[in-house]
């Protein structure tokens, strides 16, 4: 199939260049770099729901009219994949004898880095390997990413029970551990995975910075947290917590657990408000402390308040003039 693609604008795309003369010492040299796209393993989807294949990237050049994304799927038992989408300067291009006609669908963002795509009614022949491969010249990519599409039979499934604290307080320069469990219907099997994200003081939205399936852990390289982060759960033990080391000030935050067990999903991750003090400043009484005591003093108050009442009524119900004389001569009246 011959797909049409649309010429750049020279002025944009073009980098003109003075190529140096015969016996010149200064050649003119141009330096490439690679174009860094991430994409998930695996991705089970239920028959009949839509999936969505994510494929995000990173380019140290600015996104032109020259960056283009290129879709393809191998099919289960096929040796050569099937290029199904191009999308460039705004446009989508569909292969129209792909086996998702009148499916796939264009659902990402290149301002964002976000090259992604959806096929609508997903059926087990969708099965296989689906490639990425994003282009921003002169950055180029080595080898498209790829991420093997799993359709499962609908199910009917339960939430997980996710548990994070609410706060933690953390002295700066030592080793935060961020704790997280988790309880699932169903046994931990090699499609559980971990993701950790990270929502910056005054941020409105999270950064992605952690993932664990399979027992491979995968920290992003552009996180606050390079070379920080570590895995410190078993999924085995429903733990899926990490920790930083040398925390700053900068890690102030939100953190996000998030933990899926197909096909156990969860409805809410779990977050923990991390607070990174001076040394020697950790608070003496937690929040959570404080709260509980607050509640205890207020409950033996209304407490005592009670039983004093009951008292004082008691007493006056004793002086109460009955009208008999010989009842209130008993009673010392």
């Known amino acids: 199939m011959h797909i049409f693609i649309p010429r750049c604008d020279q002025q944009r795309s073009v980098r003109l260049l003075e190529l140096p003369t015969r016996g010149s010492n200064n050649p003119y040299i141009i330096k490439v770099s690679a174009v860094d796209m991430k994409t998930p393993e695996e991705l089970f989807v239920e028959n009949g729901t839509e999936a969505r294949l994510p494929c995000t990237f990173s380019s140290s050049e600015v996104i032109s009219c ?8 191998q099919p289960e038992g096929a040796t050569t994949p099937i290029s199904f989408l191009y999308y460039s300067q705004g446009n989508v291009y569909l292969r129209k004898d792909a086996p998702f ?40 990519v080595f080898m498209p990413v790829e991420i093997r599409l799993r359709v499962v039979q609908r199910v009917r499934v339960s939430a997980l029970d996710v548990k994070t604290p609410e706060e933690l307080y953390v002295e700066n320069g030592t080793e935060a551990r961020l704790p997280c469990t988790f309880s699932s219907r169903d046994v931990i ?27 491979n852990a995968y920290p992003g390289k552009d996180t ?20 930083i080391a040398n925390v700053q000030f900068r890690d102030n935050g939100t953190y996000f657990c998030d933990v899926k067990n197909p096909p156990d999903i969860v409805v809410k991750p779990g977050e923990i408000r ?18 509980a005591i ?22 006056n ?10 009842i209130d001569a008993r009673l010392g009246m």
Request: with cysteine.
């Open 224 to 243: 606050p947290f390079k070379n920080r982060i570590s895995w410190a759960g078993d999924l085995n033990k429903k733990d899926a917590s990490v920790t």
């Open 317 to 326: 119900s004793k002086k109460h003039y009955s009208g008999d004389p010989d």
């Open 66 to 73: 020259a960056t283009s994304v290129s879709w393809s799927v």
């Open 294 to 315: 607050a509640i205890g003093v207020t409950l033996v108050v209304l407490l005592l308040i009670a039983v004093i009442v009951c008292v004082v009524r008691k007493k």
């Open 274 to 291: 991390l607070r990174v003090v001076q040394r020697d400043n950790l608070p003496a009484f937690p929040t959570g402390m404080v709260v």
């Open 189 to 215: 099997s090699s499609a559980a995975s971990i993701s950790w994200s990270f929502q910056p003081e005054g941020a409105t939205t999270p950064i992605s910075f952690f993932y664990y399936s399979q027992g």
């Open 101 to 140: 006609k009148n499916r796939i669908s264009w659902t990402g963002d290149l301002n964002k880095r976000d090259a992604s795509v959806s096929i609508a009614n997903v059926q087990f022949q969708d099965n296989g390997t689906y490639f990425c491969d994003v282009k921003n010249p002169p950055d180029i």
